[in-house]
């Protein structure tokens, strides 16, 4: 029984039935609340929710801005910058530590230390040292994220048998084409799942943040919007957000399989 | 043999000892492999065999001794691991992350190329890639691999992962190949497969030789399979613990040796081996080299010249 698999059209039938549920659930908790209280905005109803939808995609009776667009592009660009620094010295460091043995000794420390420190508890620390502007996001993000890919990277690099290196300078390999030719291909599609793993960090930190000093964003309208009780922007929004952070992840594990179309990745 | 005479040398190894802490392992070991020469190296678990070949690929240089081998034309201590001497591992043997055809290819692509030319210098890159991997492909076409040049080694079978890791080391043209288990995990119809495949390396080395060149191919082949040891090496080493050390003077054992070094049959690709003509060999070897109860005196049965 267990581990048996079970064909394809079972497998879509009971994806799609999961959902309705969820759906069938919500219209029921909804409908319920609303007859305690018809003007109830916890739990709104579909008609409630459109309207919700309509307001974030309008233009705004006072800047003429559409939220949605004013909140994507503003969280988007603090999400990739703080993602793209993050990503590129969390590889350096961890392959840095894996392969020089006084990095190795010099850094373990204070990343592991790092490493433990929750970063939504240290936003104040960040508020102090780069202000409310975009270095504040962009540094937050990148070191929540370093900690974690660097220890990955460097786990993953220590993890190689020394035959595969050893084996590479009989092949005529100098000690940095060992490390770009042999490690860094190795190591690759580790990195790419730990990338995948530190998005859902790298965007709690972000909303966190924003719900704290933003002025623009999705942390900011979520927690603007919930204060007047507008639950039917807040549901969508998070939405959203969970649409967004499914298809980032998406975009990198297809990048996984054009890059090491070699590796079975057991994080799918 | 003329060790100055670069057409004739293999490896040599000068009073080779080694040890961890209190746990000697290798004493005072020489050993001279000739240009073309296939030597089985077999001996008792804890002998020190993958301490030597681990000496020889230089990896772990031994702590008295010296081991020489020819890099780029000179005599020189193999220290470090180079690519005059190849390696074939029984486990790790393939870069997963590359197909049969660029894991054969690896090698001249290292060797002949640097990083630099092949990031800044495209066009150049490009033509050399392809140069180098229509040597691979031809290269495991000749190994009977030409099917399986897509693949990734974890899409083969381990007798396939093998054929192709030898093929990586060999086309490196290494001044000695070493072997350590390489047919370990394998069953026994794939692992005679193999060593066809490195008997007909032997024929090869026949002609050259009969043409007036140097052999192409010098190895070592760390087995404990006795039969295979017989079966490719034309020479066979024994090293061993168990020799008779009191008589020269120790008073504990100062660790394993050559104690038995002599040349065995040669046996051709095709031929079916008859195990049962190895019966001889077989019974010296387990007595002298294997059975802890039989002292003999080192050189008892060490040939001066085991040339075959």
Excluded at chain 2, 150 to 169: D, E, F, N, T
Excluded at chain 2, 191 to 199: G, K, P
Excluded at chain 2, 277 to 298: A, C, M, S, W
Aim: proline letters at 6%; glycine letters at 8%; a neutral charge.
């Amino acid at each position: 029984m267990i581990g048996r698999p079970i064909t394809r059209p079972k497998a879509v039938l009971l994806s799609v039935l999961s959902v309705l549920l969820l759906l069938a659930g919500y219209t029921w908790m909804s409908h319920r609340q609303h007859q305690v209280n018809p003007n109830d905005t916890t739990i709104p109803s579909w008609s409630q929710l459109a309207e919700g939808v309509k307001k974030f995609t309008q233009p705004d009776r006072y800047k003429g801005e559409r939220w949605i667009v004013e909140d994507s592009l503003a969280t988007g660009e603090r999400l990739a910058l703080g993602l793209a620094l993050g990503i590129v010295f969390g590889f350096l460091i961890g392959m840095l530590m894996g392969c020089i043995a006084p990095v190795e000794a010099f850094l373990q420390p204070p990343i592991s230390l790092l490493a433990k420190v929750p970063q939504t508890a240290a936003l104040a620390v960040y508020f102090v040292f780069f202000g409310t502007g975009m270095e504040m996001y962009v540094a937050m993000i990148s070191f929540g994220i370093i900690p974690a890919l660097a220890v990955t990277v460097y786990l993953a690099v220590k993890e190689i048998p020394a035959e595969m290196l050893d084996k590479a300078y009989t092949l005529g390999a100098a000690a940095f084409e060992v490390a770009i030719e042999v490690v860094f291909k190795q190591v690759l599609p580790k990195f790419i799942d730990a990338v995948r793993l530190s998005i859902g960090p790298a965007i709690v930190f972000l909303i966190a943040a924003e719900m704290v000093v933003g002025d623009v964003g999705f942390g900011y309208r979520i927690r603007l919007q919930f204060k007047l009780s507008n639950m039917n922007v807040v549901y969508p929004y998070l939405a959203f957000l969970a649409g967004f952070g499914f298809l980032l992840d998406y975009g990198f594990r297809m990048l996984q399989a054009k890059l090491c179309p070699w590796y079975q990745s057991n994080t799918k | 043999m003329n060790l100055a005479d670069p057409d004739n040398f293999g490896l040599q190894c000068q009073g080779v000892s080694h040890w961890f802490g209190e746990n000697k392992v290798l004493f005072d070991l020489n050993l001279e492999v000739q240009a073309g020469q296939f030597v089985g190296l077999v001996g008792p678990s804890g002998c020190g065999k993958s301490t030597l070949l681990r000496a020889i690929l230089g990896t772990h240089p031994p702590h008295r001794g010296e081991i020489l081998t020819l890099q780029n034309g000179r005599l020189a201590n193999a220290d470090r691991p180079g690519r005059d001497r190849g390696i074939v591992y029984q486990k790790y043997s393939l870069y997963p992350f590359l197909t049969a055809l660029d894991n054969v290819a690896l090698g001249l692509k290292l060797d002949q190329t640097t990083t630099a030319f092949r990031w800044f210098n495209w066009a150049g890159w490009a033509k050399k890639r392809r140069e180098f991997r229509d040597r691979a492909g031809a290269f495991l076409e000749k190994v009977g691999l030409g099917q399986a040049m897509h693949l990734y080694p974890s899409q083969m079978s381990g007798g396939m992962q093998q054929r192709v890791a030898i093929a990586q080391a060999l086309i490196m043209e290494p001044e000695i190949i070493l072997l350590d288990e390489p047919f370990g995990a394998l069953d026994e119809a794939t692992r005679e497969e193999l060593q066809e495949m490195l008997l007909r390396l032997y024929e090869e080395n026949a002609e050259v030789k009969a043409a007036g060149g140097k052999p192409p191919y010098t190895l070592i082949i760390v087995t404990h399979e006795l039969n295979e040891a017989i079966r490719v090496g034309d020479r066979l080493v024994g090293l061993s613990q168990y020799w008779d050390w009191e008589a020269d003077g120790h008073e504990h054992s100062p660790g394993a040796t050559v104690v038995y070094d002599k040349a065995v049959p040669v046996f051709r690709p095709d031929e079916r081996p008859e195990y049962e003509l190895f019966d001889n060999i077989r019974r010296e070897i387990r007595k002298h080299v294997y059975n802890p109860g039989v002292l003999q005196r080192r050189d008892e049965h060490v040939s001066v010249d085991p040339t075959p």
